[in-house]
């Protein structure tokens, strides 16, 4: 025999139960198995964040801790006949930088990274780079031109060549590189010491100084 009830939420009809039809009673619930609640609350899903948002990119805090600049090597005497070929020379520095690829996959992603748009800087300079997964820090090459190379289609000269290898979880490191970069470029004395600096101590302390470079 089944016995009616009053309707739920919405005209729903209740649950419905199951008369004993020998004693005419509800039988007891069995206490081995769970009771269901009707709203049971829901625990907080641990993969979803909980944390302001930010309505601009610029006020939005880093997600990792910010990379440091370091100086992977310099070349004083960089002799190329194109961008190309000074590319393919400062990426073969890079063995010492932890998480860095081989030179030729480095050079490999420079190069297409250049083919989308120039990298040259004005003020002779040039700052040709990749943005890769795996590395901690932002490394610098630095190549100083024995002779004037040329960089674009143009042809426009390029004597200092600064090639990075910036962590791609990280642009903001490059962006306030590049904000330093452009800083010592416009400042005439600040370049023409490194052009004059004799040694690789001179350039370091140079790269150190106005580049921040470790």
Do not use: Y
């Amino acid at each position: 025999m089944i016995a009616g009830g009053r309707s739920g939420a919405r005209g729903a009809p209740a649950r419905l139960r199951l008369r004993d039809t020998a004693t005419g009673a509800f039988p007891t619930p069995d206490p081995r198995l769970p009771v269901r609640s009707r709203r049971q609350p829901r625990k907080p899903d641990s993969r979803i964040a909980s944390g302001e948002v930010f309505a601009t990119v610029g006020a939005m805090p880093d997600s990792t801790p910010t990379a440091r600049t370091v100086c992977a090597h310099v070349v004083l005497d960089l002799v190329a006949a194109s961008a190309g070929e000074a590319i393919e020379q400062l990426a073969a520095g890079f063995a010492g930088v932890p998480g860095a690829p081989a030179a030729r996959t480095l050079a490999s992603a420079v190069l297409e990274r250049e083919a989308q748009a120039s990298t040259f800087l004005g003020h002779a300079a040039a700052l040709p780079h990749a943005r890769l997964l795996g590395v901690n820090d932002l490394a610098v090459a630095f190549g100083r031109a024995r002779r004037p190379i040329p960089w674009t289609r143009d042809a426009d000269p390029v004597e200092l060549v600064f090639l990075g290898v910036v962590p791609a979880p990280q642009p903001r490191a490059h962006l306030e590189f590049m904000r330093r970069l452009a800083r010592a470029l416009t400042d005439a004395q600040a370049t023409a010491a490194l052009r004059a600096a004799p040694d690789e101590p001179a350039v370091r302390a140079w790269l150190r100084d106005h580049l921040q470079m470790q």
